[in-house]
């Protein structure tokens, strides 16, 4: 009985360690991608952007280069690539060790490392850290993310938000020190908590004030559930450049909805984005839930989705798995599976400040090629993936069902991916 899907492609010749070129000048065709739009194309890479888009067999490598290589893509749809904009990578990936978990800075980057390596495979080629700075930690995790993202270079970004307890009060003193000299460390976006703060409103002032002097981002955690708090915010976030994105968010779901709603609007007019958590909250989140994703997105906020906790004590089951998020966001929340992956694709892409993706020519070449022919159905049998970063492969997951011999198979014809059979 045929196969449904064609064996997974081999890896091309310039991967690490080939003899190919450099990483993101060889040139790659992708051929027989499947588009949402329904179209069956060629897609050529190379200098890390997409060169070309044509109808299947239309296109060619291109002139002669180092370390070219052809992708079969048949079976596959092809999409932008995932970001991911709510990760924890100096806690990930602890829950099972015993005893409470470790900051030293070996440990740190170990997990660091693995966890971004997993939620590469899963097809996020981006991804921003949040991690604790001061207190027992002091600098070190941070460093310990910083030598991870060294690491990591050509595989995956990833960028960090320093993340102190507290800002204000003589306590608060020291966290802000050590938020300045994160940054000077290398931490690329202020963040923190500011409803563990004893005034929270003096905490967002202050990251503010910090992220203007530095010209960075803001990331802030929140449950928003008091209604004037993030108000205040909202009113004072509007004037930031390059931006402010809080979340999860998942108090606003329990407010009135026409509170809910009126704190929409102000978020939407000061360009506040909102990073919900479908999958699980994280350790800066007091109570689970999400945020009124529909309801944000009505009133025109930013929605973007992550990940949170990574299999740490706030989520010992966390995937990490943008497309999880995007399932969710769809069976849970309601969203058209377009809308949905919208918020783990170009919306998260837009919160790390990140330039658009489309599969067409001159965009960069951060795509996702996943086993199926519809939206819907990869958000739901995600299983087989090739992750394209800077325009070369550096992922790729495949999974191959077997059943046994059946007569009802036989008899309806339906599609087998496995020829033996099994004991």
């Given amino acids: 009985m045929p196969e449904s899907h064609p064996q997974p492609p081999p890896w091309p010749s310039n991967q690490p360690g080939s003899s190919g070129g450099q ?75 015993p005893g409470p978990v470790s900051y030293a800075p070996e440990d740190v ?43 990591l270079r050509g595989l995956a970004e990833l960028t960090t938000v320093a993340m102190p307890r507290l800002l204000t009060g003589v306590a608060g003193a020291d966290g802000l020190a050590m938020l300045r000299d994160a940054l000077k460390m290398g931490a690329s976006v202020v963040g923190g908590c500011p409803d563990t703060d004893p ?86 989140a007091d109570r689970r839930g999400a945020a009124p994703v529909r309801l944000l997105r009505a009133a025109g906020v930013r929605v973007a989705a992550g990940s949170g906790a990574l299999r740490d004590v706030a989520n010992p089951v966390g995937r990490g798995d943008p497309l999880e998020a995007a399932y969710l966001l769809a069976s849970a929340h309601g969203l058209r599976p377009e809308d949905a992956y919208e918020a783990v694709s170009t919306a998260a892409r837009e919160a790390l400040g990140l330039p658009e993706v489309r599969v067409e020519a001159g965009f960069p070449a951060e795509l996702l090629a996943v086993r199926g022919d519809r939206l819907s159905g990869a958000l739901s049998l995600a299983y087989s993936r090739i992750v394209v970063h800077r325009g070369r492969v550096v992922a790729r997951t495949s999974a191959v069902r077997e059943y046994c011999n059946s007569a009802a198979a036989a008899e309806l014809g339906l599609p087998r991916q496995g020829r033996g059979e099994l004991s």
Avoid: K
């Fill in 109 to 151: 980057q170990r997990r660091a490392t693995e966890a971004a390596l997993l939620q590469l495979g899963h097809g996020a080629t981006a991804a921003r850290a949040h991690v604790r700075v001061g207190d027992v930690q002091g600098l070190g995790a941070l460093g310990a993310v910083l030598q991870a993202r060294r690491s």
């Fill in 199 to 284: 005034d929270p409103t003096g905490y967002v002032e202050a990251v503010l004030e910090v992220a203007s002097e530095h010209g960075c981002p803001v990331d802030l955690h929140t449950d928003a559930t008091d209604a004037a708090r993030l108000s205040r915010l909202a009113a004072m976030a509007g004037g930031l450049r390059p931006g402010v994105t809080i979340g999860p968010c998942a108090g606003l779901a329990r407010l009135p909805a026409d509170a809910a709603s009126r704190l929409a609007e102000q978020l939407a007019a000061a360009g506040v984005t909102v990073v919900c958590l479908p999958q699980g909250g994280c350790g800066a």
């Fill in 23 to 97: 990483p993101d000048q060889a040139a790659v065709l992708l051929c027989g991608a499947r588009l949402t739009d329904g179209r069956t194309v060629d897609v050529r890479l190379g200098g890390g952007r997409i060169e070309a888009v044509g109808t299947a067999g239309s296109l060619t490598p291109g002139p002669p280069r180092p370390g070219a290589s052809r992708v079969d893509l048949g079976g596959y749809l092809l999409l932008p690539a995932p970001a991911e904009p709510h990760a924890h990578g100096d806690t990930a990936l602890s829950a099972e060790q």
